[in-house]
Nanobody, 125 residues
């Protein structure tokens, strides 16, 4: 069955950086848009970033623009999310998700078909 697996989370101080990885298996990765979502305790899951299958489109939530960067390598079945200038409000579990829907569905987390189990990001001094 199709699988996604995240890694790279951890504890960092405000202003620090992390690089998250999402590795896909057992589905046609190069045909899928890949998105990152995050969820803080007691809050709804929210879209963070999305990259199209052909890398033409990259979208970011307003709260992370100019701080986060999404990239992918279809030959490696991998998507990365570079998190810079981290703030405490960036804390949460970060999930990657895949679907054939366009990246405009970043606003609709429940439309995404495949999900990883998440990786925890804690930003605290």
């Amino acid at each position: 069955q199709a699988q996604l697996a995240e890694s790279g989370g951890g504890l960092v101080q405000p202003g620090g950086s992390l690089r998250l990885s999402c590795v896909a298996s057992e589905f046609t990765f190069e045909y899928y848009q890949i998105a990152w979502f995050r969820q803080a305790p007691g809050k709804e899951r929210e879209g963070v970033s999305c990259i199209s299958a052909d890398e033409v489109t990259a979208q970011y939530a307003d709260s992370v623009k100019d701080r986060f960067t999404i990239t992918r390598d279809n030959a490696k079945n991998t998507v990365w999310l570079q998190l810079n200038s981290l703030k405490p409000e960036d804390t949460g579990v970060y999930y990657c998700a895949g679907d054939t829907f366009p990246c405009s569905y970043l606003r609709e987390p429940y439309h995404w078909r495949y999900w990883g189990q998440g990786t925890q990001v804690n930003v605290s001094s």
